[in-house]
């Protein structure tokens, strides 16, 4: 499996924003899609987007349409996803992960039994 380390969480006030990186480690990120997921207390895990290897963003939840938005630097070998507009409701712990394409990630992540998640990082939203 691709090492990816995700960080850049913090606590922030509701209508605050934060820029959360997903790192990779032994591997050019470049040519990989990453989906970007999180985990509400007492909540399933959620995939939220995935940003594919050309750029494009694919859109999983309705709730974090045009508030979240992934972006790529090649040259850190990092992908971020730039959260604005936050709400207690955004409050969990945000994971990453890569594989060669969108599809082929969410049947990985989905498949019974995977459990190969990053530490996380945690996002809270509170005033």
């Known amino acids: 499996q691709l090492q990816t380390v995700e960080s850049g969480g913090g606590y922030v006030e509701p209508g605050g924003s934060l820029r959360l990186s997903c790192t990779a480690s032994g591997f050019t990120l470049h040519y990989y899609a990453v989906g970007w997921f999180r985990q509400a207390p007492g909540k399933e895990r959620d995939q939220l987007l995935c940003?594919?290897?050309?750029?494009?963003?694919?859109n999983y939840q309705d709730s974090v349409k045009g508030r979240f938005t992934a972006s790529r630097d090649s040259a850190k070998n990092t992908v971020y996803l730039q959260m604005t507009g936050l709400s207690p409701e955004d409050t969990a712990v945000y994971y990453c992960?890569?594989?060669?394409?969108?599809?082929?990630?969410?049947?990985?992540?989905?498949?019974?039994?995977?459990?190969?998640w990053g530490q996380g990082t945690q996002v809270t939203v509170s005033s």
């Open positions: 992960t890569a594989d060669s394409t969108c599809r082929e990630l969410r049947e990985r992540v989905l498949a019974p039994g995977f459990r190969s």
């Open positions: 940003f594919t290897s050309t750029d494009n963003t694919l």
